[in-house]
T-cell receptor, first 112, second 113 residues
Framework: EAQVTQNPRYLITVTGKKLTVTCSQN?????MSWYRQDPGLGLRQIYY???????DKGDVPEGYKVSRKEKRNFPLILESPSPNQTSLYFC???????????FGPGTRLLVL | QKEVEQNSGPLSVPEGAIASLNCTYS??????FFWYRQYSGKSPELIMF????GDKEDGRFTAQLNKASQYVSLLIRDSQPSDSATYLC?????????????FGRGTSLIVHP
């Protein structure tokens, strides 16, 4: 089944404790991205990647890191999480040249 | 700052009616326009995209684009309770290329029996 998976789905952590949210897709898509969704603010793009080893900042990259060492994986790293990073995070992928962007199921993060 | 504006709603329509969802955008350079549906607690799902002025129909859904007025709309004919969701409008650059889509905050639609 074609899908985008994220882990963990739910995470409670404390300020400053490094964490990684994994994202994997099995559709051989070149383009992958991370979004956060907050009430009243909508979906905002954090980082995106056009292909392996090619990443770029989205609208709200501060406090986040990403890497794209393999085509299927695009982890999101929070080196020192803060409470303002409490949010719902979505990973997405699409094939270059195609419009349909497939979203993962989301990761709900709470930073205390 | 690129902005995409949507009325947050909720928009309430009776079953079988036409639901009309509207979106305006600030960046005149936008070339790609998308409508996503997001059920509560779920991830967004693309339902329509449009690039050219005019209408694009897909089943019960029609997307309308007016670049001069910087206005995009989504019409849902014969609305069903299963259409109850939040609808996100998104705009981006050239079709198919690298882009950073800008999303609106979404309009909540309630279709009541």
């Amino acid at each position: 089944e074609a899908q985008v998976t994220q882990n963990p789905r739910y995470l409670i952590t404390v300020t400053g404790k490094k964490l990684t949210v994994t994202c994997s897709q099995n559709m051989n898509h070149e383009y992958m991205s991370w979004y956060r969704q907050d009430p009243g603010l909508g979906l905002r793009q954090i980082y995106y990647s056009m292909n392996v080893e090619v990443t770029d900042k989205g609208d709200v990259p501060e406090g986040y890191k990403v890497s794209r060492k393999e085509k299927r994986n695009f982890p999101l790293i929070l080196e020192s999480p803060s409470p303002n990073q409490t949010s719902l995070y979505f990973c997405a992928s699409r094939r270059t040249g195609k419009e349909t962007q497939y979203f993962g199921p989301g990761t709900r993060l709470l930073v205390l | 700052q690129k902005e995409v504006e949507q009325n947050s709603g909720p928009l309430s329509v009776p079953e079988g009616a036409i639901a009309s969802l509207n979106c305006t955008y600030s960046d005149r350079g936008s070339q790609s326009f998308f409508w996503y549906r997001q059920y509560s607690g779920k991830s967004p799902e693309l339902i329509m995209f449009i690039y050219s002025n005019g209408d694009k129909e897909d089943g019960r859904f029609t997307a309308q684009l007016n670049k001069a007025s910087q206005y995009v709309s989504l019409l849902i004919r014969d609305s069903q309770p299963s259409d109850s969701a939040t609808y996100l409008c998104a705009v981006a650059g050239p079709p198919g290329g690298s882009y950073i889509p800008t999303f609106g905050r979404g309009t909540s639609l309630i279709v009541h029996p």
